[in-house]
């Protein structure tokens, strides 16, 4: 199954939609500065972090769905990383998240990709792939984040 930018663009559409939700629907008064959704839950230490993980999943298979090849997919996936693990620094990570802005960066790559108009194959395989690495950088995320808070909370409670 071959996919050209002609045969996607409503879908295309949608994930620039759902992009700019996540990173610039809101602006700041009398600024020229946008944020979205993903800058709100990021907010909320490491569970933020960790939702926004979640939705760039979800987004990302979509992206893959619209042909996305597996260089292009793991240059995603790297944005993501970034911004997860910059992220979970208090107050840096998120204004690097207003600033950054992963899902509509990833978005404008997959246009690009597309911008020649030509077929791009179907990777197959390569998403399974691309799904357990993914999964296996969000397991690592995650149980970095529990060690750091049992260290935390054993200084301020010790035994």
Do not use: C
Not at 32 to 53: C, E, M, S, T
Not at 57 to 73: C, D, E, K, T, Y
């Amino acid at each position: 199954m071959e996919a050209t930018l002609q045969e996607t663009p409503e879908k295309l559409q949608t994930l620039e939609v759902v992009a700019d939700l996540l990173d610039n629907r809101f602006r700041i008064p009398f600024t020229n500065i946008r944020f979205g959704l993903d800058a709100i839950i990021g907010l909320i230490p490491y569970v933020g972090d960790i939702a926004g993980l979640a939705v760039a999943m979800v987004l990302s298979f979509q992206l893959f769905r619209h042909g996305a090849g597996p260089v292009l997919m793991l240059r995603m996936m790297a944005n993501y990383l970034l911004d997860a693990l910059v992220g979970m620094v208090p107050i840096l990570g998120d204004l690097f998240d207003i600033g950054f802005k992963a899902n509509k960066r990833n978005v404008e790559m997959l246009k690009l990709y597309y911008a020649d108009n030509e077929p791009k194959p179907n990777a197959g395989w390569s998403l399974l792939f691309l799904f357990v690495l993914f999964l296996i950088l969000v397991a690592v995320i995650f149980w970095a984040s529990w060690k750091l808070l049992a260290l935390l909370f054993s200084q301020i409670f010790p035994a």
